[in-house]
């Protein structure tokens, strides 16, 4: 089953009156890449996964990213999470379309930042946080390395090509989004009108308390 987000869709949700610098725009991925490792960690958790190396690896990210945000204004805050609500329905979609091929939920987290941050290198090659952009793709790709399915190669064409169209011409999104998770919510008066959230596994299916 495709569950590619058309075009269409994703225009219906850029901001047509603002555009940004290609840098601005490669901290906006960085950003989506933040939201994704913090699934990531969660996703590993689940799959009993997180020890050992992996624990170090994701320690050394969360070190990393320390050094991106410093001195950032509410302004440029707000325009990173725009980037991030113009993408979210997008990344999800290939979420959803790798794990039906039965790569796992990490993996496929993996195999989505991976190709997010060589996007920021291929595009942003004065981005004033290139050294930390390619240092992330260094710990990501030993993550990447050790997926043995070989779903993991899949190109991610649709995703690659609108995220470069779309930071070439600085389009983002109408509104913030402040939040990501690949739990998807579960939307039913009853539960709603109950104190708890609950949302539904994208992987499992399984209705989760959050």
């Given amino acids: 089953m495709k569950t590619t987000v058309k075009v269409e869709e ?3 949700r850029v901001d047509p009156n603002i555009t940004i610098s290609i840098d601005l725009y490669a901290l906006g991925l960085l950003n989506i890449v933040d939201f994704l490792v913090v699934e990531l960690e969660r996703l590993m958790k689940e799959e009993d996964r997180y020890k050992g190396i992996v624990k170090t690896y994701l320690a050394n990210i ?5 050094k991106v945000y410093t001195g950032r204004t509410i302004k440029e805050t707000e325009v990173l999470c725009k980037i991030l609500y113009l993408y979210k329905p997008l990344i999800i979609s290939e979420y959803k379309r790798l794990t ?4 796992s939920g990490a993996d496929t987290v993996i195999t989505i930042i991976r190709k997010i941050l060589m996007i920021i290198e291929e595009e942003a090659k004065n981005f004033k946080y290139l050294p930390e952009t390619k240092t992330l793709g260094k710990i990501i790709g030993k993550l990447w390395d050790n997926i043995r399915h070989r779903v993991k190669n899949d190109p991610l064409y649709y995703l690659s090509y ?3 169209s779309f930071m070439i011409q600085g389009m983002i ?3 913030p ?3 990501f998770t690949f739990l998807r919510p ?13 949302g539904i ?3 499992s299916g399984k209705t989760i308390e959050l």
């Fill in 162 to 164: 609108q995220m470069k």
């Fill in 173 to 175: 999104g109408k509104y």
């Fill in 186 to 198: 579960h939307i039913e008066k009853s539960l709603l009108e109950r104190p708890g959230a609950r």
């Fill in 10 to 12: 994703l225009m219906r």
């Fill in 201 to 203: 596994d994208l992987d």
């Fill in 100 to 103: 039906r091929r039965r790569l």
């Fill in 62 to 66: 969360d070190s990393t990213f320390k």
């Fill in 177 to 179: 989004q402040d939040s």
